[in-house]
C-alpha cells in the first residue's frame, strides 16, 4: 500500500504530463487521467509501472502501433467485474511504454479516439468519468467512485486550470488539393474540418482515406459543390466559411 509521501510524489510527477496531453489534445480533465493513474497503478507502486503503464491500457484485438504507443507489450494477471460483485482473473496483454508521458498521450489518444465518442468534452469531471465507464474502458463497478473520491481528497481540479486546446483548426491550411490517400497535416486539416462542420467523426489520422473522401463528397453535395471528393479552394473556402 502507498504512503502518504508516495501518494504526493506520484501525482507531482504525472500531472504535468496530464495537462501537457490535456493542452494538446483535449477533452479528458488532467485531474481524471491523474486520479484513474492513481487507482490504476496503485499510486505508481505496482507491478506494471516498471513497464511505465500507469493507466491500464490493454493491447486490444490487434498490435497495431498508434501516434504515442509503439506496439511494445506485456502480458500480467487481472482481475475483471463482467458482473457487478464477481471478480474473474484473467491473463491480459497490456501496453508498454518508453516513459510515463508517452503512456499518458496513448491515454489521451485513445479517448480522443471514435471508440471514445460518447465521453463530452466541458461536461462535470464525474460526469466524463462515469462516460469513460459507461465506453468501457473499465469493468470495474467501483473505480468511478474511486477516482472521484481522488479527485476530492487531493484537489485534483486544480490542475484543470491549464489554457485550454486553441480553438480552431490546428493544423495548417493545405495550398494543394486533397484527394484520396493524401497524407500528413493536409489530410489532418480536412478530417478536423470536416468533423467540425460536418460532425463525421473521422479519425485526424492524417491519412485521406475511403471514409475521409467520402466524407468529403457528402459535405460537397450536401453544400452545392462538384462532389469529385477532391478538397481544392472552393472546397476549402466552404469548409472555413461554416
Avoid at 173 to 180: D, G, Y
Amino acid at each position: 500500500m502507498a504512503t502518504e509521501a508516495q501518494i504526493l510524489d506520484f501525482i507531482s510527477r504525472i500531472a504535468p504530463c496530464a495537462q501537457k496531453a490535456y493542452k494538446e489534445l483535449g477533452k479528458i480533465y488532467p485531474s481524471i487521467c491523474i486520479g484513474m493513474a492513481c487507482v490504476e497503478s496503485a499510486y505508481g507502486t505496482a507491478g506494471s509501472c516498471f513497464h511505465n503503464s500507469y493507466l491500464g491500457q490493454k493491447v486490444g484485438t490487434g498490435k497495431t502501433a498508434t501516434r504515442y504507443w509503439g506496439g511494445k507489450f506485456f502480458t500480467s494477471k487481472t482481475k475483471e467485474e463482467y458482473t457487478v460483485g464477481v471478480h474473474t482473473t484473467i491473463n491480459a496483454a497490456f501496453r508498454s511504454y518508453d516513459s510515463m508521458e508517452q503512456c499518458v498521450f496513448n491515454y489521451y489518444e485513445l479517448l480522443n479516439s471514435k471508440l471514445y465518442s460518447g465521453v463530452s468534452s466541458g461536461v462535470p469531471f464525474t460526469t466524463q468519468m462515469q462516460q469513460i465507464k459507461n465506453c468501457g474502458y473499465m469493468t470495474s463497478s467501483t473505480e468511478v467512485n474511486s477516482v472521484i473520491q481522488i479527485i476530492l481528497k487531493y484537489k485534483l481540479t486544480q490542475y484543470d486550470d491549464v489554457e485550454r486546446p486553441a480553438i480552431g483548426n490546428p493544423y495548417q491550411e493545405p495550398t494543394k488539393n486533397v484527394r484520396l490517400n493524401t497524407r500528413g497535416n493536409d489530410a489532418r486539416w480536412l478530417q478536423y474540418e470536416l468533423n467540425r462542420v460536418g460532425g463525421y467523426k473521422l479519425i485526424v489520422d492524417g491519412v485521406a482515406g475511403q471514409l475521409s473522401i467520402a466524407c468529403l463528397r457528402n459535405f460537397q453535395k450536401t453544400h452545392g459543390l462538384v462532389d469529385d471528393g477532391i478538397c481544392g479552394p472552393l472546397t476549402r473556402q466552404k469548409l472555413k466559411s461554416i
